[in-house]
C-alpha cells in the first residue's frame, strides 16, 4: 500500500513558466517530507525538505508548500530551466522512524 | 571526492544463482541503506545499518542478506535470485539518522534476473 502518492506520472512545461509537482500522502504520523531529484543513470539527489511544523520552505526557484489537513504537498519551480528536466519523487518520514517513503515520481519536461 | 560508488553498474544472472551488489562510499557517514526502485512502487527500503555490524530490516528484507563489517562497505546478497528481484538498486548513505537527515545516493545498480 502506497502511503506517499504522485499521481502523474509525466509533467511538460515550457521554458520560463511555472511547474507545479504534487504529492499526497495518507499516513497522518508523517511529519517531515522531502523532494529529491533523479537524472537517468544517477542515484536521486536531495532537492528542498519542510518540516510540519512549516506550510512553506524556499529555496531558490524552489518552494515547497504543505497542507497538513489535506495530507497533501507540492513542489514549485519558478522559473523552469530545461535542466530540470527529471524525475521527481517526493518522500516522507516520522520522527524516530528509520524508513523515508517515497512516490512513484514524477518526470518533469521542461521543453526551451 | 568519491562519495559513494556501487558497483557492478548493470548485471544479468540466472534464477536460483546468488549475487552480490557492492556499495563503497569514502564519506565514514554512519548510516547506509539499500533502496530498491521499481514501475509503480517508487523507492523501497531493503535494509539499512547504522554502524558496522548493526543492520536491520526495511520494508521489503525477504530475499536479501547484508553485512557490514566496516564502516565504508555495506553489500547486498541475494542468496537465491528470483525474477521478481529484477530491479534498480540503490544504496545510499546518511550522517546520522534523525528525521529529514538527507540520504546519499549511489548511481545505483541495475539487475536483471532471467
Known amino acids: 500500500d502506497q502511503q506517499v502518492k504522485q499521481n502523474s506520472p509525466s509533467l511538460s512545461v515550457q521554458e520560463g513558466r511555472i511547474s507545479i509537482l504534487n504529492c499526497d500522502y495518507t499516513?497522518?504520523?508523517?511529519?517531515?517530507f522531502l523532494w529529491y531529484k533523479k537524472y537517468p543513470a544517477e542515484g536521486p539527489t536531495f532537492l528542498i525538505s519542510?518540516?510540519?511544523?512549516?506550510d512553506k520552505n524556499e529555496d531558490g526557484r524552489f518552494t515547497v508548500f504543505l497542507n497538513k489537513s489535506a495530507k497533501h504537498l507540492s513542489l514549485h519551480i519558478v522559473p523552469s530551466q530545461p535542466g530540470d528536466s527529471a524525475v521527481y519523487f517526493c518522500?516522507?518520514?516520522?520522527?524516530?522512524?528509520?524508513?523515508?517513503?517515497f512516490g512513484t515520481g514524477t518526470r518533469l519536461t521542461v521543453i526551451p | 571526492d568519491a562519495g559513494i560508488t556501487q558497483s557492478p553498474r548493470y548485471k544479468i544472472t540466472e534464477t536460483g544463482r546468488q549475487v552480490t551488489l557492492m556499495c563503497h562510499q569514502t564519506?565514514?557517514?554512519?548510516?547506509m541503506f539499500w533502496y530498491r526502485q521499481d514501475l509503480g512502487h517508487g523507492l523501497r527500503l531493503i535494509y539499512y545499518?547504522?554502524?558496522?555490524?548493526?543492520?536491520d530490516k526495511g520494508e521489503v528484507p525477504d530475499g536479501y542478506v547484508v553485512s557490514r563489517s566496516k564502516t565504508e562497505n555495506f553489500p547486498l546478497t541475494l542468496e537465491s535470485a528470483t525474477r521478481s528481484q529484477t530491479s534498480v538498486y540503490f544504496c545510499?548513505?546518511?550522517?546520522?539518522?534523525?528525521?529529514?537527515?538527507?540520504?546519499?545516493f549511489g548511481s545505483g545498480t541495475q539487475l536483471s534476473v532471467l
Open positions: 545510499a548513505s546518511s550522517v546520522h539518522r534523525g528525521v529529514g537527515e538527507k540520504l546519499f
Open positions: 499516513n497522518s504520523m508523517f511529519d517531515y
Open positions: 519542510i518540516s510540519s511544523i512549516k
Open positions: 518522500a516522507a518520514t516520522e520522527t524516530g522512524a528509520n524508513n523515508l517513503f
Open positions: 564519506w565514514s557517514h554512519s548510516y
Open positions: 545499518s547504522a554502524a558496522a555490524d548493526i543492520t
